[in-house]
């Protein structure tokens, strides 16, 4: 894109300072405005394939898949493959995500055993060991967003893993903004999407396994009882048309592309240099927002999610003097 053409398309734009969706770079903006492309043909498949491996490469994982859907499609995709009904898990209940955890495990009726934690502080760990005897899997938000807490999912890996139990670890808000390597950190599943660190348009579910939790997907002792979340139904469709229609269902190409371009950048500069940067911004960010009076939350907030408040002897700019005191999250992606 042209020097011009950057600065046309970044003038009277609202800056968007929220864990997500994010405000496109002008790069991926111009790829969104570009003809739709058909979600077959030996064009696409190569495309398609690159972000999927350009994914795999930035959260270490072994096995991945790109769903049309918000990231509560790609937990409710997770949750489908790695339980069956019945089962026991630990759901770690840290605030408002936290608490979605908790609803949809029960929605997929698993036995559910919540981790409470004190706001705006993470988890114990200690308090999930207890819960684990006899359960089948430990569900987390590696940063929720609600209270801008980073858990320490590694640790709660090592402690799942000894108790013959796996980790779906809800990387939504952190993926792209927060050091994660799969395999290294014991994750055996994780689930983001599009639209926050990852650069891209909302729209797309990103569902990654390391070997250990695509184990788990494959040895249930039945399907799951959903046609499009079937995670087998869309390695059948890479098997039987893998250079013509690797997908069971029709892919939303533009979105696709968009999150390609994004994720490609991130590995061009590589994810270390990438999430310094991502770091070094929210420094600046927390800096003027004490230098304004706010309190900015403590130093387990993630990288590029933390929570602030107001003090309530200072009129803001956007909203009545009732307003409440605490702040909303903010986000530097």
Known sequence: MSTLAREQSTADVEHLMIPGPCRLDPDEQEVLGRPIQPHYGQRW????????????????????????GSGSAGLDAALFNLFEPGQRVVVVDSGYFGSRLVAMARAHRLEVRVAPCVP???????????????????????????????????????LARAAGAVILVDAIASAGGERI????????????A???????????????????????VDS?????????????????????????EPTPVTMPTSLVEVLGSSVSRIGSVGIGSWLDRREW?????????????????????????????WPTNVPTPSAPSSAPTRGSCSAVA
């Open 281 to 309: 911004l929210a420094g600046k960010c927390r800096t003027g927002l004490r230098r304004l009076g706010l309190r900015v939350s403590r130093t387990t907030s993630g990288r590029r999610t933390w929570s602030s408040w």
């Open 120 to 158: 705006g502080r993470p988890v114990d760990p200690a308090r999930v060991a207890e819960l684990l005897p006899g359960s089948h899997g430990v569900l987390v938000t590696h940063v929720e967003s609600s209270t801008a807490v980073r858990h320490p999912v590694a640790e709660l890996a090592a």
């Open 181 to 192: 390597d799969m395999t290294p950190m014991g994750i055996d599943a994780l689930v983001t």
């Open 45 to 68: 498949v190569p495309r398609f394939r690159r972000v999927l491996d350009d994914l795999g490469g930035i959260l270490g994982a072994r096995h991945t898949y790109l769903l049309p």
């Open 194 to 216: 599009s639209q926050k660190g990852l650069g891209g348009a909302p729209g797309l579910a990103v569902v990654a396994f390391t070997d250990r939790g695509k184990q788990r």
């Open 220 to 244: 249930r002792s039945c399907r799951p009882p959903t046609w499009y979340f079937d995670l087998a139904r869309w390695d059948r469709a890479v098997e039987e048309c893998p250079g013509l």
